[in-house]
């Protein structure tokens, strides 16, 4: 009885090992593909705030230049309003 219990036991124990081996690498798979997605969305938002530094100053060039022109035409310029 004895010999069939510690049978069982390291079976199962075995069993046990393995099928905690294998949810291991399934995590461990999951974390890597997470990971990956997370730098893909990381590269996708800093390429996103460069095209958006760029068009504030292409626009912020723009409005000099209209100033610029606005004030040696002779016509009312005032300066922008002070950020609150």
């Given at each position: 009885m004895?010999t069939k219990?510690n049978?069982?036991l390291?079976?199962?124990?075995i069993?046990?090992a393995?099928?905690?081996?294998?949810h291991a690498?399934d995590?461990?798979?999951?974390a890597?593909?997470?990971?990956?997605?997370?730098?893909?969305?990381?590269?996708?938002?800093a390429e996103n705030q460069?095209?958006?530094?760029?068009k504030?100053?292409d626009?912020?060039?723009k409005i000099?230049?209209a100033?610029?022109f606005?004030?040696?035409?002779?016509?009312?310029h005032?300066p922008?309003?002070?950020?609150?």
């Open positions: 004895t219990r049978r069982f390291t079976v199962f124990g069993s046990a393995i099928v905690q081996s294998a690498q995590t461990s798979a999951q890597f593909t997470i990971v990956t997605a997370l730098k893909q969305q990381q590269t996708e938002i460069t095209k958006l530094d760029e504030i100053a626009l912020s060039e000099r230049v100033r610029l606005m004030s040696r035409a002779g016509g009312k005032k922008p309003a002070p950020s609150k």
